[in-house]
């Protein structure tokens, strides 16, 4: 199996870790594990392997399903990976909405074709003729994550109803990665929730700010969750046992206080981003969640070119848009806090105010 070299990590590699300031992390800012119990008794694996039965019931009532429609996961990049593994083989096909976050196109175009289908600039809105018009006999797997990385776009329960009833009416799944969903104030309800040809899959990464826990789960039709889990023993065979100990706090007793927080934060770091991308004239979708797609500054050939001369001149990351497909663009991560947005968008307004 080949497959592309994922540009947006090897770009962190080369930059993140010398650099003063990270405007390109597109979560919410960690939350400190002293606001948890951290003990979960004996370091084994998480038995039965694909979690807790009770824990999984649990989450499964989420989506209106069971505790055997629920795989718990080493975050949402496992999760996908499972999904894609256990659905598509070589003579398949999947239709993946784009821009996206490279492994939801990378990993199927590594086993199958895959057609994209681009949002339509510049509200990045999704014309659902045009899935259709890529679906074949083959096509096994529809992908859409909602709200959208990197735009921000957070497609509306009528538009995403009217994906799944294409991908059902060509006995297709609809896979939705649905991790940034919980920052909006007013969620629609999940895919996997939708019926038989829905499945969800997200974690506690972006909108709990709790991404070292590495835990997440699929949602969806017990056959597919089945062969999500035959294939979990050749990956991470258990999600850790500390994610699933503190993810039953984070979405129990905390989960609320959690939300709340992390949705101010959201909503106050993107008030000063919209004030930054008005003053210096640039554009973007206001977004849903804690990422901006933002036009490039006049005096810079592409987004590549901006987001090295701020690095270097300035010490601070961001992401060029040609990781997602979209060269005049480059992505803005504003979940960090506030004071550390502010001085790293002052550092940036150096860099186009120079230009």
């Avoid at 998480?46 to 718990?72: K, L, M, Q, S």
């Amino acid at each position: 199996m080949d497959i592309a070299e994922f540009g947006l990590e090897r770009w962190f590699g080369e930059y993140e870790h010398g650099a003063d300031i990270m405007l390109a992390e597109s979560g919410i800012r960690p939350l400190d594990s002293s606001r948890f119990d951290t003990d979960p008794g004996e370091l084994n694996y998480v038995i039965p392997t694909d979690g807790d039965p009770e824990f999984r019931a649990a989450v499964g009532e989420r989506y209106d399903r069971g505790a055997d429609e629920v795989c718990f996961t080493c975050g949402t990049q496992e999760a996908n990976l499972l999904v894609f593994l256990s659905l598509l083989d070589a003579e398949d096909h999947a239709v993946v909405v784009t821009p996206t976050y490279q492994a939801l196109q990378a990993v199927p175009e590594s086993i199958c074709d895959v057609t994209t289908v681009d949002l339509q600039e510049p509200a990045w809105t999704l014309d659902v003729d045009a899935v259709a018009d890529a679906m074949r006999p083959e096509t096994k797997l529809v992908v859409l994550n909602n709200p959208n990385n990197p735009t921000g776009r957070y497609h509306d329960e009528a538009v995403v109803g009217e994906l799944y009833d294409v991908a059902a009416a060509h006995d297709a799944y609809l896979l939705c990665d649905e991790v940034y969903r919980l920052l909006d104030d007013e969620p629609i309800p999940p895919v996997a929730s939708m019926g038989d040809h829905g499945i969800s899959t997200t974690s506690l990464t972006k909108a709990y700010g709790l991404a070292g826990l590495r835990f997440g789960w699929i949602a969806g039709p017990e056959d597919v969750v089945r062969d999500a889990v035959r294939w979990k023993d050749y990956t991470t065979i258990s999600p850790p046992i500390f994610g699933q100990h503190v993810a039953r706090q984070a979405l129990g007793e905390q989960e609320d206080a959690i939300l709340q927080e992390n949705r101010e934060l959201a909503a106050t770091n993107r008030a000063i981003v919209r004030e930054f991308v008005h003053e210096h004239g640039l554009d973007w979708y206001d977004p849903v969640g804690v990422n901006g797609f933002v036009t490039v500054p006049d005096g810079f050939a592409d987004g590549r070119e901006f987001c090295v001369r701020v690095v270097e001149a300035e010490s601070v990351v961001l992401a060029p848009g040609d990781l997602f497909g979209f060269p005049d663009y480059w992505r803005l991560g504003f979940g960090l806090p506030t004071d550390e947005l502010e001085e790293g968008l002052e550092r940036v307004s150096r860099v186009i105010e120079s230009a």
